[in-house]
């Protein structure tokens, strides 16, 4: 068996505790960097490899359900793994941690209780647990605690209004545990209903073709009048003023993200607010601009393409045969649209690569520019005109790749446009 180089992540003997997303961010499971571990608390060593010739064992599912199923990853979402060696280190000191909060009392308020039992044969001498607060985006509290003999830290906080996390270090092997601030569950609601009638089926047609395949669905169930609502547990008595931060801090999130996803809302008559915006968006274009569009015509070439720059970015046009349907016009609209891709060609050395859907497979509207992808609620020609909306697309790999797949079911434009002009030769004899 042959391998390639093989890199050390960490560096040996160094072993890494899988945290997710960061030392201060929840974790959502998308960054997790070691998903075979578990639940249990361990720490890797990685020596990664070449992903080189794994590609038949990406495209079969089989293999790839194989391998999940016994080592508890998706290669095809982990692909840093394909070819590399994982060394897992169990907690050699701690079979499991308890933490809770302890309601507040008569004479104490409320506390945060840690329980630390170690595995058989090992000690909790040496062991200091930080712990760090966090209110409202605030690092309130960041403190460090031995780890008594008997296993057991009782924290008084007076309340627990806000997220709390730990860390759990030992003098000889370092981090052994994290995990990141979490606001304690106070309530939990019930709801219990039976149903009472509905649940029947719907049958509808897909489209509106008269000869539609039809498909069915389930309609609601009504509730019953015997539906009962319990909720166990007491609110946070939290001040007013943390509910207003939370609200505040929860709208700018919006807010950047947003912005992240290039959210932009262009209202009816901005169609020079919305022409400038994508103009400056081709502007910034490093490597590549492909628009996919089945109404582009000539007229949009000129009010969006002279923003690339010709010397480092290639364009590929992706429209259909709709943008090219109109009442009899000279020229006509095919004949523009070569035209234009000429002069543009010939004032700014650009060629556009164009290519023509003969069937009507693409509905919406995307521009791509280098990796990112953007989705538009109107074609080109009427952004702007009336209300639109623009966003970035948070996973653009996927519709690339189907634009690509796309792109091979189109012809290109001279040849759509020599089959029109032989059709229109055909038809008038």
Not at 163 to 184: I, K
Not at 209 to 231: I, K, V, W
Not at 332 to 342: E, P, T, V, Y
Not at 397 to 420: C, H, K, N, S
Request: charge should be neutral.
């Amino acid at each position: 068996m042959e391998t390639a180089n093989l890199n050390d992540s960490p560096s040996w003997p160094h072993l890494g505790l899988p945290i997710g997303e960061g030392m201060f961010a929840f974790r959502s499971g998308r960054g997790h960097p070691a998903p075979f571990i578990g639940n249990s608390p361990a720490r890797i060593h990685r020596r990664l490899g070449s992903q080189d010739g794994f590609e038949a064992m990406l495209a079969d599912d089989d293999a790839v359900a194989f391998v999940a199923r016994r080592l508890h990853i998706d290669l095809r979402l982990y692909q840093e793994y394909l070819g590399s060696v994982a060394l897992v280190a169990p907690d050699p000191v701690l079979r499991q941690i308890d933490n809770f909060m302890i309601p507040a009392s008569a004479d104490k308020g409320e506390r945060i209780f840690y329980r630390f039992v170690p595995r058989a044969g090992a000690s909790l001498a040496g062991l200091k647990l930080t712990t760090f607060d966090e209110q409202a985006h605030l690092l309130t509290d960041l403190s460090t605690y031995d780890v008594p003999a008997d296993g057991i830290l009782d924290i008084d906080k007076g309340d627990c209004v806000g997220a709390y996390g730990y860390a759990v270090t030992h003098p000889d092997h370092g981090v052994l545990a994290y995990s990141p601030p979490y606001t304690f569950l106070r309530q939990i609601g019930f709801n219990m209903t039976s149903a009472q009638g509905g649940g029947g089926k719907i049958s509808v047609p897909t489209s509106e073709s008269a000869n539609s395949p039809r498909m069915e669905y389930r309609t609601a169930h009504r509730s019953s009048p015997l539906a009962t609502q319990s909720l166990i547990g007491e609110a946070a008595s939290a001040p007013n003023a943390i509910g207003r931060i939370a609200t505040a801090v929860a709208r700018r999130e919006k807010i950047v993200n947003g912005k992240l996803y290039g959210q932009r809302w262009f209202p009816d008559g901005s169609r020079e607010e919305a022409m400038r915006f994508i103009q400056d968006e081709l502007r910034r274009a490093k490597t590549r601009v492909m628009i996919a569009d089945p109404y582009l015509a000539g007229l949009q070439l000129g009010q969006f393409l002279y923003a690339v720059n010709p010397e480092t970015t290639t364009v590929t046009l992706l429209t259909s045969g709709l943008a090219f349907k109109s009442k009899a016009q000279k020229p006509s609209k095919i004949d523009d649209f070569g035209q234009r891709l000429a002069q543009l060609e010939k004032h700014t050395t650009l060629t556009a690569k164009t290519y023509v859907l003969q069937s009507a497979i693409l509905h919406d509207r995307f521009l791509l520019v280098d990796d990112a992808v953007w989705f538009l609620g109107n074609s080109l020609n009427t952004l702007g005109d009336k209300a639109s909306l623009i966003v970035k697309l948070p996973n653009p790999d996927e519709v690339i790749v189907q634009l690509e797949g796309m792109l091979t079911q189109a012809i290109p434009f001279d040849d759509y446009r020599q089959r029109q002009a032989k059709y229109q030769e055909d038809s008038a004899s």
